[in-house]
């Protein structure tokens, strides 16, 4: 039986010069950001916990109600608190 052909297999090498490791340029974040970076998230989590405590409380009824204008704005609540968090955890993202 005749004998099939080897074929040749080139070798993978990795191109030394994209292992290189890349410094950074920009140094560690200043604490205002962070401060700002978490304040987004308390602000957020502190929208929501008051519209569920204080606005969303309908036995005052209508202009009686402590946050009133809270109420009024119902569900756009959510969107506000939440894109207040996101935007913090987006924060997180460019933070050092």
């Not at 994209?18 to 604490?31: D, M």
């Not at 916990?49 to 109420?71: C, K, R």
């Not at 009024?72 to 997180?92: K, Y």
Request: aromatic fraction near 12%; charge should be positive.
């Amino acid at each position: 039986m005749p004998k099939s052909k080897v074929r040749k297999k080139t070798d993978y090498t990795i191109n030394p010069a994209s292992r290189t490791p890349v410094k950074v340029k920009a140094g560690p974040s200043s604490s205002i950001y962070v401060g700002v970076m978490l304040g987004l998230m308390v602000l957020g989590l502190a929208w929501l916990v008051v519209y569920y405590l204080a606005a969303s409380n309908t036995t005052y009824g209508g202009e009686g109600q402590p946050l009133h204008w809270m109420a009024n704005l119902e569900a756009w609540n959510f969107l506000i608190g939440f894109s207040l968090m996101v935007a913090g955890l987006l924060m997180t993202m460019r933070w050092r």
